[in-house]
């Protein structure tokens, strides 16, 4: 699952376990009257069917606090045969997704501990569940540990399963051009026309371009036909996607400095239709008002807008395509002084690590995907999250942060607002938010360093330090900045890290358990005021 350097050492985990914590990633069996199969694959499923997690063996739990038994020798062997045996029988468990490398065995001061990495399974391999019928035991991750996913959820993941991934291809039956809002599709075509004069398409009557969108259909196998679930939700009446989909809601809050209430809202108040297309055009705006438009002429034409315009059009887009609307429909943005949240229901479809690389793109909605791109409101396919780092990086905001929460199941990416024009300070005393650019490589941005990891180049720690130190706006584990920034954990916990504390720069969580594995670090206030950053 992960490369070994970047496995915690045994010694490390023990530091933690004394402290008694048990968090979302780390779960703990005790193992004395044998091998805990009833506790155990409850675990690997919920940790495989969330974002993987490490199960330890050896540990025992009184009033809250846990005790690192061990096992002996000849019981940590025994207990790892019968893990395999049952791992490979599809009696026991529905997959096998760990190899030998996943397994360590150590000793501790004469005591032995079986440490499982468990990894997030691929959506072809969900859901993971303990025994034969997914239906029953299929089990999740939250903060207070595993939970048993009900028979919706289930659903969901068998349905995301296939290959051609489409989940918003489904005729409604009964649903027809009368279900459709005309001014919405009115202003879908002149934003059309407008971006692409001399498309084909746009001579088509209405139902035809509905057909050209995916957003009319027809099954050729029973003749049904009628409105998708792409085109009622792009175009419908809100009365009739709500008598489709109950829960459908888009909810746009602002927040002030001095309040936890918002002090504005958009949401279905009855006033507007409030299809996805109507949201783009009313949300958005407002969304991106807070950033100043430039002026500059690339030819005749005026570009008025940055590349952070582009990233908060992507993750509005983003929010509505990669939604699943099967389940808890609700897409929430929120907007306060320092971020912006963009909450849509459903899981990840890949992990955050590929997410961020990019090169993998896996969308539930590919007709509502197309028909954004149509007006001009995604780049590429594929590009979406590629669009947003750079956008953000450009405005030197801060790094977007996406995370999956549970119960109900949702993704929410954070796109922190701060300024840096007190980190980028010119020899000369004035003040800028841009980087100076210098022989040192202080312009270089976190893609650009994990390139440079990646080809084993060396990365100067003005460099590096400022990256990071931007990362950790909020608190961050180094297992999460290592799979940002391109660094091995280790490396960053023995190299880096401990550099920037010495600098004042980062601040741990926990002060008094330096080795814990579960640390965090963030920012500190007196590292925003440096002249080098």
């Known amino acids: ?47 495989a069917n969330t974002d993987g997690g490490v199960i330890i063996i050896g540990i025992k739990e009184k009033n809250g606090v846990f005790h690192p038994e061990g ?4 019981t940590a062997d025994r207990y790892e045969k019968i893990f395999w045996d049952s791992i490979n029988d599809p009696n026991q468990v529905s997959r096998k997704l760990m190899t030998n490398d996943d397994v360590v065995k150590a000793d501790y001061n004469g005591n032995y501990f079986l440490i499982f990495y468990v ?27 595993d939970y048993l996913c009900k028979e919706w959820e289930v659903s969901i993941m068998l349905a995301e399963q296939r290959s051609n991934l489409a989940m918003d291809a489904e005729i409604l039956e009964g649903y027809t051009m009368e279900d459709i809002d005309k001014d919405s599709l009115r202003g879908f075509r002149q934003l059309f026309i407008t971006l692409k004069p001399t498309h084909p398409w746009i001579e088509d009557d209405d139902l035809s371009l509905l057909k050209h969108l995916k957003a009319y259909s027809k099954d050729r196998s029973t003749g049904k036909e009628g409105l998708t679930i792409a085109g009622l939700l792009m175009f419908g009446k809100y009365d009739s996607i709500t008598d489709a989909m109950p829960q459908f809601m888009i909810d746009y809050r602002e927040y002030t400095a001095s309040s936890e209430r918002w002090s504005d809202r958009i949401y279905n108040d009855g006033s507007w239709e409030s299809n996805l297309y109507q949201a783009y055009r009313k949300i958005l705006p407002r969304v991106q008002a807070f950033l100043p438009v430039p002026f500059k ?43 912006i949240i963009f909450s849509n229901p459903g899981t990840m479809l890949v992990s955050q690590e590929q997410y961020f690389n990019g090169g993998e793109s896996i969308c539930r909605n590919p007709a509502l995907q197309t028909m954004f791109s149509m007006i001009g409101a995604v780049e590429k396919a594929g590009s979406g999250a590629d669009t947003i780092l750079q956008g953000w990086d450009e405005a ?3 790094t977007p942060i996406i995370s999956e929460k549970s119960e109900p199941n949702k993704v929410e990416l954070v796109l922190p607002i701060i300024s840096f024009d007190n980190r980028k300070t010119e020899k000369n005393g004035a003040s800028n938010g841009d980087s100076n ?50 660094y091995s954990a280790s490396h960053l916990k023995t190299k880096i890290i401990p550099r ?25 206030d007196n590292g925003r005021q440096l002249k080098q950053f």
Request: hydrophobic share 30%; net charge positive; glycine share 6%.
């Open 1 to 47: 699952m992960n490369n070994p350097e970047e496995k915690y050492s045994l010694h490390d985990y023990l530091d933690h376990l004394i402290a008694g914590k048990e968090t979302k990633h780390v779960e703990f069996k005790h193992g004395k009257g044998g091998f805990p199969h009833k506790e155990f694959w409850p675990s690997y499923s919920s940790f």
């Open 71 to 74: 096992l002996s020798a000849d």
């Open 119 to 145: 990894p997030r399974a691929r959506r072809e391999e969900r859901p993971v569940y303990v025994g034969q019928n997914p239906m029953r035991p299929t089990y999740r991750r939250n903060a207070s540990g």
């Open 297 to 339: 002429l690339q030819g005749n034409e005026r570009i008025d807008e940055t590349k952070a315009h582009k990233a908060l059009r992507e993750a509005f887009v983003n929010l509505c395509v990669h939604a699943s609307y099967q389940s808890y429909s609700k897409l929430l943005i929120l907007k306060y002084p320092d971020k």
């Open 396 to 398: 030197k905001f801060g």
């Open 437 to 486: 650019g210098d022989s040192n490589g202080d312009s270089i941005d976190l893609r650009k360093m994990r390139e440079m990891i990646s080809n084993r180049k060396k990365v100067p720690y003005k460099v590096s330090s400022r990256i990071i130190f931007e990362l950790c706006n909020d608190w961050i584990g180094a297992k999460e900045l290592a799979s940002k920034t391109g």
């Open 500 to 524: 920037m504390i010495d600098d004042n720069l980062l601040e741990a969580y926990d002060k008094e358990s330096t080795n814990n594995p579960e640390q965090k670090y963030r920012a500190t």
